[in-house]
Every structure is written in structure tokens, then in C-alpha cells.
């Protein structure tokens, strides 16, 4: 196979260089993509469909080699475990845009693997593994309706960058990862400094651009390289099974879906199928079990049509509301009495429990950057989905790659937020206690609540809402805060957080292909509406952060020392730090320019290694007086200790406001005497006074 290359220019002088036909050459479809020193192989694999099956087996995964960039892994077995939490959303944002671009009944086994072969620190490898994804599906001979294009965006100075490097995206307001087709937005999802609604749809329009060069590179390198597409055999339900289906429910399904509580709703579907069933298999020939499983895919069709056209022709909602409006919001705070700070809320039947811990420095999350970026994390939400929250039973394991992606969501959402420098580390973990539409959102919001009553000074509370989508042909209808199944049987899932002055996290789902950018627009402005609408309800709840921390939150104070006085602090093999720790039971951290936090659990603790920390690493100021330990005595005075590992010298003249003829007249080594700082030179040198240490302490 001969070896095809194209590039892609970027609008900042950087390029996408694309190869395929070199390595990976038995897989369906496979190619290299490069930017920089950073090279993500990627290769697209199908297999037939197993016989029983009656859904899309897509997989993707994405894995990073330590070896990429030179490192050896951690622990002892020298091998990469368990994908990480970069290498999961990497997954998530790998699949979401290409699985509505393959035709509805392909249920044969699609496998699409992305693998780190380079890395040079500063190009991230995630959205090269979105490119190729797109890249080696249209080389292969699968029926994938693209390409994509796909890209990060980030803002420096007020210009955008494509595919920034971690150096530029550390002086970046926006991280937007976009894929999408030619004038339409199929996938996106980031985090931003409280962008506007406007700024945000400028820059899907700057990556709406690059992505029409990398779709025409994509189809130059099909033509060279790609596969011919082979047959393949939809399974569709027969006509005569949609047929009966839909006579059957006529006017019945229109009745159950209305019904506005999800449980009973649920039940008047469940109930109405089964009846259904029963009288049909009786009437169609046929394998009884594949019939059985026709009839419950074409029941399924029949309730998403009529749910569709209840919005689109008659503007109806299964709970009666308008398109626009938001569902009852509960709020409370203080829930729970031994935690650092708890929060509810409520959005319908959508409730969030999110309860926040403080910590120390030292339990902030470090994590191996591979591709390079953050490697410590000091906020940290995770994000729970028990079986209950739906009412149902199921096994019961670890997060998945969806409660993964939701925490993440939640959590760049809410960091923007996070106070600067903040001594803590702070873990937000949000327990989903009921389920029917957008419990991200609810997390978002639950944090806010939460962390505001464990007295975490947030730069502005944040609030997020999901904004749904049904469109056929010529009619739009946009829903705010949709239900599950709104979600399920719609076309879009568009959740976006933010402040009262900006936009913090946005996360875009679609099941059709694409959508305009104007209609996100629109779409992004009903947003703002109802969050702002969150934000005013949930200051009545509790309107800014709590003067004072739980007591059983660790108290921390933060103390700024010459940085030269560090070694002093720390003493010899730790053992000056390693006694005040032991002595008073807290914990200590020092920086190297200065900064110490001490850590304790109540405040006589906390007072008492202030001051003895403050002792040691004070300097001396002048006209304070001391209480000073004469420690050498020499013919023209006396040096004296006021502050431990720092003498001043007290001159003979200075001793007394007398003539002195003899320094040991009036101290000798060992005794305590009262001196008063009358200068510090340049070099450091500290000149004392007995003389006026006296007469200040009789006025």
C-alpha cells in the first residue's frame, strides 16, 4: 500500500499533517495525524453484527503510552493500568461526534482505537484523536456518513487560536473543543473565563472555518487512499410491523406520554406496549422472538413520533409546561450536620445532593501529564449515578465513563470560580438522588449551594441549565430544561453554566448531524434566561459564602516569611518543622517563596505554632524592644539574641544612660535584658539599645 499524505494549515502558522498507508495496515481504516512533536495513531475496525443484537455497538477508546514522552510509569509492575481520567473524557469526545454520522439499523460491531505515539508537551493529543477518528473511518470501508472536522479553540489577547499549545493556553479565557461539518455543529464542549453568549458564537464560527479545511483535506486523502464502501443490511423494522404498530396505538400513546410524572408515565408506556404485544404476536407470522423484539423497537419509533410532533405541532410537554420555562426549583443548605458543607437541590424530579470537604494542600490530586498541561488539582467534584436515582436495579460498580464525563462538566464549570490562591483543597462530590433531565446541571448548582455553606469564598456562584432540540424539516422548537425523555426522544442535549456576567462550561450533544451555529446562538440566549432565573433563586437559599467554617473543617492560616529564612523554619534534617508539628499537633507547609500554611483542628493549636513559627522566622523591626539574651561580650559591648539565629549588637554607650566603664558592670552571657532595634543596615546588621529600651518602658 503506498503511503498518502495531506496537511491542514491552521490559522496561527501551525499545521496538521496527515499520513496513512505506512503503519496499522490491517485495520479497516488507520492513519497518523501530527502536530508538533505530538503523533496520535488511530485505526477504525468493524466486524458483522452478533445475532441478537439491537443497538450500535460503537467503542472508542484513546490510551496514552508513558513512553510517548520518554517516562518511565509509576509503581511497580512498569506498565500503563487502567485508562485515566484525561483518557476517558478523550473517549467521550473521540465517540459523541461521530456516532450520529452512521446510518440508523448499521448495528454491525464498530471499534475505532486511538493510540499516543508522541508527545512533545506542549500539542494536545486529544482532538488529533477526533480528527483521525473522522480520518480513518472514511478511509475504511464502513458506511460512515462524514467527515468531521475537529479542533480546539482558545483566546489569547482577544484573538482566537486553533489548536493552542498548553504554553498559550495558559494565558487563554476559552477552551472550546469543537467537531462538526461544514457550517454545522455537531459536538462541543470546554470551559471559559465568563464568556459572553456572543464571543462564544464567534469562536464556533473561527472553528467552523478551519474545520471546512480539514473536511476538504479529508476527502482529498478518501480519493487517494479510502476503500470503497462495502453493502451492508440495515436492520430496519419491517413495514408491516410499523404498520400494525402505529394502527394499534392510534391516539393511545399520545394520552400515556402526557401524563406528567415520570414514574406513572413510564408505567402507562410500559403497560401499553405489553398489551400491544400481546395482540400482535398473535396476528404476524414469524420468529416469536424477533417479532417480539420488532414490535418493541416500532413502539419505541411510534412513542418518539408522537412525543415529536405533540412539541412541534401542538406545543405540548408530557409535564404541561411551555417551551421556555423551567421546571419548580428546591433549594437547602446545611443538610448534614458533621460535613464541611451540604446542598440540595431540585429541579423537578432532577435532585442533586452535593456535599463539600476542605482538606490541606497536600491533598490536592497530582496527576502524570503525558501531553503536558495541569498536573495538580486542589478542586476536585466527582459526580455519582445510582441505580435508584431512575428508580431501578442494575449492578453496582464504580464510575463509568458517564459518570466521568458528568463530573468533569461539573467541575470546569464551577473552577473558573474558585478563588485564587486558596489554602485549601476543596472535593465536591455530587450524589445524584433522583434523575429525569440534566443532573450535571443540578451538580453545578448543588455545588454552588454546597460550597457557599462550607464558607468557600467562590468569585461569583454558578448556575447550569440544559437547553433541548426537535427539528423536522422546516419546524424548530427549542425547550428549556428538558426531561429525560425529551432528551432521549429529542435532537439535542445543550448544557451550558455560568455566572451572571458570563459563560464558565458548555457541553453540546446531538443525535442528528449537525445544527447551525445561529440556532445555537438562539439557543445559548434561552440559556442565559433561565440561569440567570437559577442564579435569583438560589441567593434566596443562601445569598454569598459563610463567614465561618465548620468546626470540623481543619483551620488554616497562611503566613508570608523571608524566603531566605526557610532553611531556619525547617532546621537541620527537618528537625526544627518536625518539632512544632509534634509539639502543637498540626501540620505544616512551606513554598519556596515563603508562603507557610499551618494546618490544625482547633485554635489554641493553631495560635500557639503561629507564634512559634513567627518567633523564629521573624525580622526585626525597628524601634520594637525586645527581650534579648546576651550571648557574647566583647570590650566594646555586648551582642544580644532577639529572635532565635538573629544578635544585635549593643555598643558600651548604648548599655545605660550613664557612663559604662565596663560591659560586665551591667550584663554577662546568659542574662536576659531589655533592648530596643534602633537600625538595620544594609548588610543586615542589627544595632541595638539598652538606654532607650529603659526609658521607653518607663513612659
Known sequence: MAIHNVSVELSNSKSICIETGKIALLAGGSVTVRQGDTIVLVAACSSKPRADIDFFPLQVDYREKFSASGQMPGGFFKREGRP???????????????????????????????????????????????????????????????????????????????????????????????????????????????????????????????????????????????????????????????????????????????????????????KLCDEMSAELLEKIDGDAGDIQKQLKQA?????????RRMLLDEGKRSDGRAAEEIRPLE??????????????????????????????????????????????????????????????????????????????????????????????????????????????????????????????????????ISCGLVQEGDKTILLMDILGSEDHYGDMDFKVAGTVDGITGFQLDLKIPGISIDLMYKAMLLNKKARFDILDAMSKCISEPRSELSPYAPQIKQLKINPEKIG?????????????????????????????????????????????????????????????????????????????GQEGLVHISELADHRVEKVEDICKVGDRIKVKVKDVDDRGRIKLSRKDALNELEK
Open 84 to 270: 485515566s481520567e484525561k483518557e476517558i473524557l478523550t473517549c467521550r469526545m473521540t465517540d459523541r461526534p461521530i456516532r450520529p454520522l452512521f446510518p440508523e439499523g448499521y448495528f454491525d460491531e464498530v471499534q475505532v482505537q486511538s493510540l499516543l505515539l508522541s508527545a512533545d508537551g506542549e500539542n494536545e493529543a486529544d482532538v488529533l484523536s477526533m480528527l483521525g477518528a473522522s480520518i480513518a473511518l472514511m478511509l475504511s470501508d464502513m458506511p460512515f456518513q462524514g467527515p468531521i472536522g475537529a479542533l480546539r479553540v482558545g483566546r489569547v489577547n482577544g484573538e482566537f487560536v486553533a489548536n493552542p499549545t498548553h504554553s498559550e493556553m495558559a494565558d487563554s479565557d476559552l477552551d472550546l473543543v469543537y467537531a462538526g461539518i461544514a457550517d454545522k455543529t455537531i459536538m462541543i464542549e470546554g470551559a471559559a473565563d465568563e464568556l459572553s453568549e456572543e464571543d462564544l458564537r464567534d469562536a464556533l464560527s473561527f472553528a467552523n472555518d478551519i474545520v471546512k479545511k480539514q473536511i476538504q483535506e479529508q476527502i482529498k486523502l478518501t480519493e487517494l487512499a479510502g476503500k470503497p464502501k462495502k453493502d451492508v443490511t440495515l436492520k430496519i423494522v419491517p413495514e408491516n410491523i410499523k404498520a400494525a404498530v402505529k394502527e394499534y396505538c392510534e391516539g393511545k400513546i399520545g394520552a400515556a406520554s402526557q401524563i406528567p410524572e415520570k414514574e406513572e408515565r413510564y408505567a402507562a408506556l410500559d
Open 331 to 464: 433549594m437547602e443548605v446545611g443538610l448534614l450536620p458533621r460535613t464541611h458543607g451540604s446542598g440540595l437541590f431540585a429541579r423537578g424530579e432532577t435532585q442533586a445532593l452535593v456535599v463539600t470537604t476542605l482538606g490541606t494542600s497536600k491533598e490536592s490530586q497530582f496527576q502524570d501529564a503525558i501531553t503536558g498541561g495541569e498536573t495538580e488539582k486542589k478542586f476536585l467534584l466527582h459526580y455519582n449515578f445510582p441505580n435508584y436515582s431512575v428508580g431501578e436495579t442494575g449492578r453496582i460498580m464504580g464510575p463509568g465513563r458517564r459518570e466521568i464525563g458528568h463530573g468533569a462538566l461539573a467541575e470546569r464549570s464551577v473552577a473558573r470560580m474558585m478563588p485564587k490562591d486558596y489554602p485549601y483543597t476543596v472535593r465536591c462530590i455530587s450524589e445524584v438522588m433522583g434523575s429525569n433531565g440534566s443532573t450535571s446541571m443540578a451538580s453545578i448548582c448543588g455545588a454552588t449551594l454546597s460550597m457557599m455553606d462550607a464558607g468557600v469564598p467562590l468569585v461569583k456562584p454558578v448556575a447550569g
Open 299 to 307: 413502539f419505541s419509533n411510534e412513542s418518539k413520533i408522537s412525543i
Open 568 to 644: 531556619m523554619l525547617i532546621g537541620p534534617g527537618g528537625k526544627v518543622i518536625k518539632g512544632i508539628t509534634e509539639k502543637h499537633g498540626v501540620e505544616i507547609n512551606i513554598n519556596d517563596d515563603g508562603t507557610v500554611q499551618i494546618y490544625a483542628n482547633n485554635n489554641d493549636k493553631m495560635q500557639a505554632a503561629i507564634t512559634e513559627v513567627e518567633s523564629i522566622t521573624s525580622e526585626a523591626k525597628i524601634g520594637t524592644v525586645y527581650d534579648g539574651l546576651v550571648k557574647t561580650v566583647k570590650d566594646f559591648g555586648a551582642f544580644v539574641e532577639i529572635l532565635p
